[in-house]
């Protein structure tokens, strides 16, 4: 595929561009509302284009994309879809997570937890949390609520399908990541998905009922009650589930709760992620389960500099 048109004009949209034309289509598909999206010059077409102007640019999932391409859409339904995104229209777009394995995991911090049924709850509200199988085809499901430093719910995940809200200030897919920033150079929310075991919560900043959650792939803490509060309503439920950690969770005096460790998986395990700290070699099976080696999948942008 050649990287320019006939005037130009590359292929790589800027950033910027990008980001306006994710904000006025809602961050999904303009016509179904689904997040995993191409960018798609509508009028004039790409080899037409002298310019990435954001107007004449809309987001498209693959299967709408597609029925475009091969006619059995036309384009005008984009062009009238782009005037009044599915995604504006209803407040929301959404997707879904791949999660259907005996080992199904979240990823916290430095630590593993496998087979958690409600791992976070505070004040009784479930914050995130997996519904077990009751049989063998049922897949596990996935429910979590993530705020925003405000309070304000931004993205929310019912049973493995997952809906971001168009009050966020940008969300991008990308990379297996879903990521989610509240304004410039602020990322209050990044899952990476390993389908199909689980997620990795990234990096993690919200506010919810007075507590705030700072995490990323090393320490979570959980700030904002007093010791009294803390036990009468904030509840990290480790009973139902393996910690798989080195150091586990402790409580400190000022309130607040930090997970930190090395990743340590249970011996006889190999579905669960490894320690991916500066000793993971770079020829060791990627952390993700790809088959390949780490330098050649998720260490690519470390191993290349």
């Not at 090393?218 to 150091?247: A, F, M």
């Not at 340590?264 to 099976?285: C, F, T």
């Amino acid at each position: 595929m050649t990287t320019t048109n006939k005037y130009g004009l590359s292929r790589d949209i800027p950033d910027p561009i990008k980001r306006q034309v994710r904000q006025e289509c809602g961050f999904g598909c303009v016509i179904c509302g689904l997040a995993i999206v191409s960018y798609e010059h509508l009028d004039p077409e790409f080899s037409n284009a002298t310019t990435h102007d954001p107007q004449n640019i809309a987001l498209l999932c693959e299967h709408c994309h597609s029925r475009i391409t091969r006619k059995y859409w036309s384009k005008q339904k984009a062009i009238e879809a782009r005037k009044s995104p599915y995604c504006i229209i209803n407040k929301k777009c959404h997707d879904a997570f791949d999660i259907n394995t005996p080992d199904a995991f979240i990823w916290l911090a430095s630590n593993v937890f496998r087979n958690p049924s409600n791992l976070i709850t505070i004040n009784n509200e479930p914050i995130l949390s997996f519904i077990l199988p009751t049989s063998q085809s049922e897949p596990y499901k996935l429910n979590a609520k993530f705020y925003d430093d405000n309070n304000v719910l931004s993205l929310e995940i019912s049973n493995n399908e997952w809906f971001g809200h168009t009050g966020n200030w940008d969300i991008e897919c990308r990379d297996r990541r879903v990521i989610i920033r509240q304004r410039p150079g602020n990322i209050s929310l990044s899952i990476l998905c390993i389908p199909p075991k689980g997620i990795i919560v990234e990096r993690i900043n919200m506010v919810y009922n007075k507590v705030k959650v700072i995490g990323d792939k090393r320490t979570l803490k959980l700030v904002g009650y007093s010791e009294i509060e803390k036990r009468e309503g904030l509840n990290l439920n480790l009973s139902d589930c393996e910690v798989i950690t080195e150091k586990g969770f402790k409580a400190n005096p000022n309130g607040s709760i930090e997970f930190s460790g090395r990743i340590n998986p249970l011996k006889g395990s190999n579905q669960l992620p490894h320690n991916i700290s500066k000793k993971y070699g770079p020829n060791k099976p990627c952390i993700c389960g790809s088959g390949r080696k780490y330098k050649k999948c998720c260490g690519l942008k470390k191993y290349s500099s």
